[in-house]
């Protein structure tokens, strides 16, 4: 009887003591008489001496030593365990587990020589069990998750005696067997672990020997995306009148996913008289000044600056694609042209689309609008490109016909029997290189009309008059020609038939696989010598049992149950009865193999990232699949878990919550199973802090358990950095000490345990307004990956009385610095160095401000300062944004102003790419 349909079990402890004394003995070499001798242990005992456990209960032994001065103590951390069956008992440390019926002693070891054993009986005694009751880990029986999500089941066993068993994970996944009603939404592991796969609903239920549990049910929420921000390609661009220029725009999801969205969005310009923008995104610049481009959706926006200038073109080159000024083109083909054009004041445009082209000789070339250059006839020609009156330098195209070089005569067959009729086909090799079917081009003869004609599709025809011989066949065009010799034999009789696969190779009996198609064909030997000709239209095919095979007229096989199966190919006629069976046997198509493959390859990485998994099942038919979507994905190690895209489910991850190690596997349905092994190199999450600001090097000042002042904010709709809101950051940081900006990342939620006092805009980040007077507002943040992390700050909202005058502008060097305002005046100006054609958001202005109480603050005022540049033949920045673009090799000084008050910050531009200070 298994112990899991036992109860109770009754354990008796009978302590049978031995004493072993140790002491000090008497050594030889004179001490002093009057040193006190420590102490001896004489004996040990264990208790309780007697123990009765329910199953699955623990029973915690102590153990207490009596020494040679009398005294008693407990030495329980001191002594060692064992036991001596431990499929009846098990122990941890001084902790044991009644697993199994019988007897089994424990050992309390003190040292040499000083044990105690006990002898413990289990006896199970009758009981059934009445229910198995199935939660979640929270006690609930429903629950509503999104996708994603991960939980853990429960399952108690009630017995007929009112006893109950809770199931460990390991007893789960050794003792229950769960159903559930849509694998789809959700999976459940053998310990009861539930992952949310897709939105919908389930019910799992747990199977318990023969009792099956209440249902539990899971209703999956559908994930909401939705669009966080817009990128626009190209940044501020400077363009001349009349130019064009494609603006794209790229959409970033609140799932993570990048969408190009420049059909989507909607375009507008500041100021279309300077440059206007189509549907699709197209810009033109039709006089000179600025104008904002901007793209919006959904209430999100993006905008790129556009400078128009009113420079004149003064030279036009043209070329080919290649760089070239004179190309040699075969006759039929095309070449490409590339027009660039230099302005007044030294910029230089792609015009490719804009120049009018024009060709010397129209006959020999035809120039497309896109510059694609055709030669229709062979010679020469010059073309040459204008726009606005600009004329463009010459290139000159040479247009070489194409000739042929040689032809071959490919056919199916060149024996013929009269009367019979086979296809030819004539490939020609030009001088391009290029082969083509020439077919309906050549001109076809046949050298013996007797014996063989052929028509103008190369269609070669047999007499029918008996004629023995050979036939050349010729094909012709212009003066190259090519011939095939066609034997024609008069029909005798079959003398065998062998039905062959259609690869030729000798079929044998063996195995069809259900749904599989083979192609066979049948060949003939003839009493004149012919050999192994193909006969397969000639013959009739037939297939039996019907419906465990098929085959058509064309030796066509398809299995369709299982079963044996007899394929037959029969020639009957005038010249000769003879025919061919081959014999297979038709099995299901199973899977015989799985494999698991990974990229990276070995399956080796870093915390941080994860590990792309898919499964390929190998089938009897030899045929390969992947099923990466079907299998069931397990890992041994509860700090990696398996990710299956709701989109596309044959996007598998394996994902990591902290270093490990393991295995994971994909188990088919039928059973077959394929691992691989992985590592996880690295540091592991610990805990999260909040900081008061944004530094780029997660070093602002931690807040976490604090209470900082913050003033009430009139309107908590416009932008929150200028109304003067609190920006609290939120850094996971791993046991390494580094840390991991997840302000941003899915799973982060920010709560105000007062919203009507102290309300935090989650619609715009982590910001924090005063709304109403209050002290020691909780403001909590709460992160899940893989378990919650949680931390607070306090805040006491006041009235701000105090104001605050700008004193100086700092910039600060970003591609070396990184991103914050800091508190310290030597991180400003620090010089920038970039190479050119480099461009970049690289500077960030900050502001320090006095305050009326004493205070001195720096603050980010990078949406409110207008930049400029020293030297735009060196370095252009944008106005308004501070983006910066590298254009000659040289030093600038690029300068924010907000009023009267400026800072600025030394650039250097090299020809080296990998420039940094």
Not at 27 to 54: C, F, N, R, V
Request: proline share 3%.
């Amino acid at each position: 009887m298994s112990f899991l349909k036992r109860n109770f079990l009754y354990i008796m402890l009978i302590s049978i003591i031995t004493v072993v004394m140790t002491g000090c003995g008497g050594g030889g070499g004179g001490g002093d008489d009057h040193t006190p001798i420590p102490p001896t242990l004489k004996s040990i005992e264990i208790t309780p001496s007697q123990a009765m456990l329910k199953v699955g209960e623990t029973q915690a032994f102590t153990v207490k030593g009596t020494y040679s001065d009398g005294n008693v103590k407990d030495i329980t951390g001191n002594v060692s365990f064992s036991s001596s069956d431990e499929n009846i008992v098990k122990l941890d440390g001084n902790t044991a587990r009644a697993v199994g019926a019988g007897q089994a002693t424990i050992t309390a070891i003190a040292g040499p020589g000083i044990t105690d054993t006990t002898t413990v009986t289990v006896t199970v005694p009758n009981a059934t069990v009445t229910d198995v009751q199935l939660t979640f880990k929270n006690g609930q029986t429903a629950v509503e998750v999104p996708v994603d999500a991960y939980g853990e089941l429960k399952v108690k066993v009630v017995y007929s005696d009112g006893s109950t068993w809770e199931l460990t994970s390991s007893e789960i996944e050794n003792s229950i067997v769960f159903s559930v009603s849509d694998s789809k939404v959700v999976d459940v592991h053998k310990d009861g672990f539930v992952s949310a796969i897709a939105s919908g609903e389930a019910t799992i239920t747990a199977n318990f020997e023969e009792t099956a549990s209440n249902m539990v049910s899971v209703t999956v929420k559908p994930e909401t995306v939705t669009l966080e921000s817009i990128t626009l390609s190209p940044l501020d661009h400077t363009m001349p009148v009349g130019d064009q220029i494609q603006f794209t725009a790229t959409g970033h999801y609140s799932d993570n996913s990048v969408e190009d969205i420049t059909l989507s969005v909607n375009w507008n310009s500041s100021d279309p008289k300077v440059a206007s923008i189509d549907a699709k995104g197209l810009v033109t610049a039709n006089a000179e000044g600025t104008a904002n481009i901007t793209a919006t959706l959904d209430s999100i926006s993006e905008s790129r600056g556009v400078t128009v200038k009113a420079a004149n073109i003064t030279s036009i080159q043209l070329t080919f694609a290649n760089g070239q000024t004179s190309a040699t083109v075969p006759v039929g083909t095309t070449g490409t042209l590339e027009a660039i054009a230099t302005y007044s004041d030294g910029e230089n445009a792609d015009v490719t689309n804009r120049v009018s082209y024009f060709a010397y000789d129209d006959k020999v070339v035809d120039v497309q609008k896109n510059g694609s250059v055709r030669a229709v006839a062979a010679g020469s020609s010059e073309i040459k490109a204008k726009l606005d009156g600009v004329e463009s330098n010459a290139v000159s195209v040479k247009a070489v016909p194409v000739t042929l070089q040689g032809i071959e005569i490919q056919g199916e067959d060149d024996t013929l029997f009269t009367g019979e009729q086979t296809q030819l086909t004539a490939m020609g090799s030009f001088s391009d290189g290029i082969v083509r079917d020439i077919t309906q081009d050549v001109s076809w003869r046949s050298e013996n009309l007797d014996v063989a004609t052929v028509d103008d599709k190369g269609i070669v025809t047999a007499n029918n008059k008996g004629r023995e011989g050979d036939a050349v066949i010729k094909a012709a065009y212009e003066l190259v020609e090519s011939s095939l010799t066609i034997h024609v034999k008069n029909p005798t009789q079959v003398t065998s038939l062998k039905i062959v696969e259609d690869d030729g190779s000798i079929s044998t009996n063996g195995e069809f696989v259900v749904g599989e198609t083979l192609k066979f064909k049948a060949l003939a030997d003839f009493d004149n010598g012919v050999t192994g000709r193909d006969v397969t239209q000639y013959v009739t095919w037939t297939a039996s049992p019907v419906g465990t095979v098929s085959v058509d007229q064309n030796g066509l096989v398809t299995a369709l149950k299982a079963g044996d199966a007899f394929v037959t190919a029969a020639y009957k006629g005038t010249h000769g009865n003879v025919s061919d069976t081959i014999r297979g046997t038709v099995v299901e198509k199973t899977v015989t193999e799985v494999v698991v493959f990974s990229d990276p390859e070995p399956a080796k990485t870093e915390v941080g990232h994860s590990i792309r998994l898919e499964a390929w099942a190998t089938f009897n038919d030899g045929s390969n699949q992947n099923v990466s979507d079907t299998v069931k994905w397990t890992t041994d190690n509860s700090d990696t878990f398996v990710r299956v895209d709701k989109d596309n489910p044959k996007l598998v991850t394996l994902e990591v919550i902290a270093a490990a190690n393991g295995t994971v596997t994909a188990e088919h349905s039928s059973g077959v199973r394929g691992s691989k092994s992985f590592i996880f190199e690295g540091k592991t999450p610990d805990h999260i802090e909040i900081q008061e600001s944004y530094c780029g090097d997660g070093n602002c000042p931690v807040i976490t358990g604090k209470t900082v002042d913050i003033p009430i904010v009139d309107d908590v709709n416009y932008d929150p950095v200028s109304e003067g809101a609190y920006y609290p950051t939120a850094w996971l940081v791993y046991s390494d000490g580094s840390k991991e900006y997840i302000n941003t990342e899915r799973g982060i939620n920010w709560w105000s345990a007062d919203q009507v006092r102290a309300y935090v805009n989650t619609l715009k980040g982590s910001f924090v307004f005063g709304r109403g007077v209050g002290n020691g507002i909780e403001i909590k943040v709460t992160y899940s990956r893989d378990r919650d992390y949680t931390a607070s700050f306090y805040v006491n909202v006041k009235e701000d009385t105090t104001t605050k005058t700008l004193e100086e502008i700092g910039i600060v060097n970003t591609k070396d610095q990184g991103w914050g305002c800091t508190p310290n005046d030597a991180d400003y100006g620090k010089k920038l160095t970039v190479a050119v054609e480099e461009h970049g958001k690289w500077l960030q202005a900050c502001g320090k401000f006095n305050y009326s109480d004493g205070t001195v603050k720096w603050e980010d005022i990078n949406n409110n300062v207008a930049w400029f540049s020293s030297d735009r033949d060196v370095a252009r920045v944008s106005t308004y944004t501070g983006d910066l673009k590298a254009i000659s090799v040289g030093n600038a000084v690029i300068t924010a102003q907000l009023t009267e008050i400026k800072g600025s910050i030394d650039v250097v531009v090299t020809n080296d790419a990998n420039a940094t200070e």
